[in-house]
């Protein structure tokens, strides 16, 4: 059983989560990767919601020597959709803006993506070489998870999406990341996360003096050409890749 495995049966919560997509040019040999782009897609997806992305990503010789890990969120009922039961990395209890937020559950999550970036340091990738991104709910995460993990991460990259229990966000900060780089992106025309929501988080970050990198797009809650473009611009700059 590996390492990743007895950390999810020992997790102290009833999620069960399905093993990571993975995704290189190296899939045999990991003593040729140097860097982890650990990747969350939204609310009601999996982890293959992202994989032509990445693939595209890997056509380019720069990112040679990157590992995408792209997890699965567990499927659990969701009450903002009446209670159905769809991949989520925690509960929804509202619209936005959000008055009432499920802290088990996002911290949950937390611990989840934690096992992972635990999981590349134990393969051999250094934790300022390992980044999170994530998109919608997703990004949620990996801008929670990031900006308290007690070791220094190659940076975020938050699509789409705003900062969860941001109240409890100066008590449970790690010092570690503080001056680690961030990319939000958000269309102006967002009717599920408003570009008000995301604003307001971006305000939030950079007044705690954190290196926030803020790009608007002319689309609603998605992806577009020039967000890719700016998305791989951010990734080779924070992983140090060939800009070529």
């Not at 059983?1 to 020992?10: D, E, G, K, T």
């Not at 994989?51 to 056509?59: M, N, S």
């Not at 940076?155 to 790690?174: D, F, I, M, N, R």
Request: aromatic share 8%.
């Amino acid at each position: 059983m590996s390492r990743l495995s007895q950390h999810i049966q020992n997790c102290p919560t009833t999620m069960t989560y399905q093993q990571p997509l993975e995704l290189s040019l190296h899939t045999s040999n990991n003593s040729k990767i140097n860097a982890s782009i650990i990747w969350l897609h939204g609310l009601g997806a999996d982890g293959y919601d992202f994989e032509p992305i990445a693939q595209r990503l890997l056509e380019n010789p720069s990112f040679s020597h990157v590992r995408f890990i792209l997890p699965h969120a567990p499927e659990m009922a969701v009450t903002r959709n009446n209670g159905y039961i769809m991949p989520a990395w925690y509960d929804i209890y509202g619209h936005i803006p959000i008055t009432h937020e499920d802290e088990a559950g996002i911290k949950a999550s937390q611990e989840y993506i934690n096992s992972l970036i635990i999981n590349e340091i134990n393969r051999g990738v250094p934790s300022e070489r390992i980044l999170l991104a994530g998109f919608s709910q997703g990004g949620a995460i990996a801008l929670h998870t990031a900006l308290r993990y007690p070791q220094k991460l190659a940076g975020v990259l938050a699509l789409s999406t705003y900062l969860p229990l941001h109240a409890l966000l100066s008590k449970e900060a790690s010092t570690a990341n503080t001056d680690t780089p961030i990319l939000i992106a958000h269309g102006i025309f967002d009717d599920i996360i408003p570009l008000e929501t995301a604003a307001k988080s971006r305000d939030l970050l950079q007044n705690c003096r954190y290196s926030v990198n803020w790009r608007e797009y002319n689309m609603a809650h998605s992806l577009c050409d020039q967000e890719i473009i700016d998305i791989q611009i951010f990734l080779k700059q924070v992983l140090s890749l060939d800009l070529s």
